[in-house]
């Protein structure tokens, strides 16, 4: 099990495309944020975040 992240919205995933943006994912990637409320979350407003879960802080 490797865990990727998506080259734009920098979801977690396990899989090579994000289903969300549909770009490739990669496995260099830093920093490990979760997000379970992104309507009353500061961090969640400054990256743009509008669904819960797991993210990656830097994506390469």
């Known amino acids: 099990m490797v865990v990727k992240a998506c080259t734009k919205c920098h979801r977690l995933m396990e899989e090579e495309r994000c289903f969300i943006c549909d770009l490739p994912s990669s496995i260099n990637w830093s920093g490990l944020l979760i ?20 993210y990656a802080l830097r994506v390469r």
């Open 35 to 54: 997000i379970i409320d992104p309507e009353n979350s500061d961090i969640a407003k400054e990256l743009h975040i509008t669904l819960p879960g797991e």
